[in-house]
Structures are given as C-alpha cells and as structure tokens.
C-alpha cells in the first residue's frame, strides 16, 4: 500500500545515500580560529539524550562517551531529559548556545515529525539542529509475552483484527518510532490494538511489558535481544527487509505475508550555528567514536549494525524523512 510504501522508502534511503558535499555543516562563518581552543581545557561538554537512561539512545551515546572524551580531551557528560517523546531534550539541545558545549543524540521519526505537528508547539524545526553524524538503523519488532497463546505474527494480528482494542501495545511516546510502526501495522492489517505511550522512552515500554501492565511489545532490535534470550519476551516479527543478526530464528514482517517496513535512525546532532571548525572538530570525533572497534562490536553485541553517514549527508537524509513522514503523520493523528 501508498503508506508502506512511504514508510519503507524512508528508511530505504539510509543505504542509499553517499553523497558528497560540505555545506550542510558549513556552520557560522566569521569564526576562524574557533576551535584552536576548543574545548577549554576544563570545560565539559553535555550530550543530551531526550530519553531515559537505560535505552538503547542512552545506551549508544554511553558507548561512544568515553571515545568523544579522548577525541576531544574533556569530559563529556551524557544527561537525560526525558519526556513528551523526545520533544522535551530536543527543546534544549536546540535552545543551547552553538558554541560546540552542547550537543545530543537524535533519533527519527520523533525529531523528524514533532516539529511538523502544530499540536505538539514545539519550539524547534529541522534547521534548528546541526547534524554532525548518524550512527544507526534500529529497525521495528512486535513482541509478546514468553507465556503469550500467540506463536506467530498472523495469530496475533488475526486476534486483533478479531477483537479490536483487546491488547494494549507499548510505544515510546507520540509520534515515536514505535507509534508510527503500530500504525502501520494497524493501517495495513486491520488489525487494532490499544496504544500505551511511555513518554520517558524505551527503557520504560520494557519495564511496563516485564511487569505485564501492557500485553504487546512494540520496540526496536536492540530493545529485544537481551530479553529475547533470557526467554522474556518472545519475537513474532521484524520490520525489516532481511532477518536481524542477533535475531536469526524471527522472521521478517514480509516473510509472514506483511510487506511492512519500519524503524528508528539515531545520530548526534548540536544546536544550528556552530563555528565552522568547532563543527568539523565535533564531527571528526563523532566519527572516530562512531567507528571505534570497540563500540562497533558492542553495538552488534545489542543486535545493532553501525550505519554511519557524516553531518553533511546525515543533513540530506533527515530533509528526505521529513518529506516522507510528513506524507504519513495523519497515521499517528489519529485519535487512539
């Protein structure tokens, strides 16, 4: 369908872009010299990430703290700022001062499409934000309790569609990934389930499945592996267009007879202006964080493939997922 086909296509684009250029992250001119002392010896340098800790936002940018740190000779210190889907942290990464003393993780669709909602008044739009990096495809996964009747995908939609609102289904927040991914799936099964949107992110959609407050879990990849394996959870199907490494035995939504495609890009971001060499110093580092070995195999440890594009063609390709979300956010208007 128009919509699945929307969706995939904005998320497809992430493999496809490689282009070249340097004016995305050109920043503010008359700055020469900018970064001849940056960072000041002593002045730490705060990444927000606008969900709670113990996600998979948090968990990436924890990662690549320690590396950022040796890169650029300061401290970096990750702080949460969670609520409102993300909208919360992105107001203040964006309201910072571009000096390159602040800057924040940044995951699509929620900074993509909050700014395209007139309901949600927030106070940023994309040129607020100065990619400097994108460092993952997360794609999309339902899953159900391990003691769940449901032993496949279409025994699961086939009893939501049977029985509309039956199930309460987790989503990290309006407009989040995970709600955009549970409209899909409502959108082109007919299936219906109950949405319950925890605004403090993922970590909290999981501790409310674990302790069995929701029925269904709708999450990302590296949301699932540990639980996975710990028999917490069971996988019914991946929103992606091949199987998930760390999930080889879940097969794809496309594979159970659903031609659906869904997911979450994280990269880091700095509030729109910064000194031009202030930004190639913080993307530079970015980078070497990003590509480090050793935070490489801890993001395939979480079930993650490193999916890096520098500033300037992670700039073009939030530009192409706003069009794309943009056609589809009457999905998520819905009234639940």
């Known amino acids: 369908m128009k919509t699945r086909m929307r969706l995939a296509a904005a998320l497809a684009a992430a493999s496809l872009i490689g282009l070249t250029g ?32 113990g996600g998979a936002v948090d968990t990436a940018a924890r990662l690549i703290q320690p590396v950022l740190e040796k890169e650029l000779g300061t401290n970096v210190e990750v702080i949460n700022k969670p609520g409102a889907g993300g909208q919360i942290g992105y107001t203040q990464l964006t309201s910072a001062k571009p000096d390159g003393y602040t800057i924040g993780a940044t995951g699509s669709p929620s900074v993509v499409v909050s ?38 995908l279409k025994d699961l ?15 990290t927040g309006l407009q989040t990934g995970e709600h955009f991914a549970l409209a899909q799936i409502q959108e082109n ?6 949405p319950v949107h925890f605004s403090e992110g993922a970590s909290q959609a999981t ?3 674990l302790g069995k407050h929701v029925d269904i879990l709708v999450a990302n990849v590296s949301d ?6 710990q028999g917490k959870a069971r996988v019914l199907g991946v929103m992606s267009e091949e199987r998930a490494p760390s999930l080889p035995d879940v097969p794809t939504f496309k594979e159970s007879g659903y031609d659906l495609i869904a997911g979450t890009a994280r990269g880091y971001s700095a509030p729109a202006g910064l000194p031009a060499d202030v930004a190639k110093k913080l993307e530079a580092a970015i980078q070497k964080a990003i590509e480090d070995p050793a935070v490489v195999q801890k993001m395939k440890d979480l079930g993650l493939q490193t999916s890096y594009l520098n500033g300037a063609d992670y700039q073009t390709f939030w530009a192409s997922q706003e069009g794309d ?12």
């Open 22 to 53: 340097c004016g995305a992250n050109a920043g503010a001119t008359g700055a020469t010299g900018a970064a001849s002392d940056f960072p000041k010896k002593g002045k730490s340098i705060d990444l927000i990430v606008a969900f709670g800790s």
């Open 115 to 152: 700014p395209l909602d007139p309901s949600r008044g927030a106070k940023y739009t994309r040129e607020s934000f100065q990619p400097l990096g994108r460092h993952v495809i997360d794609p999309a996964v339902i899953a159900v309790q391990p003691d769940s009747p449901y032993q496949t």
């Open 157 to 171: 939609l086939d009893a939501a569609k049977a029985n509309p609102k039956s199930m309460t289904a987790s989503t």
């Open 189 to 194: 099964t007919g299936s219906e389930f109950a």
């Open 207 to 209: 501790t409310a499945f």
């Open 224 to 229: 699932v592996n540990d639980l996975s394996k």
């Open 325 to 336: 979300f943009k056609k589809v956010l009457p999905l998520v208007q819905k009234k639940d």
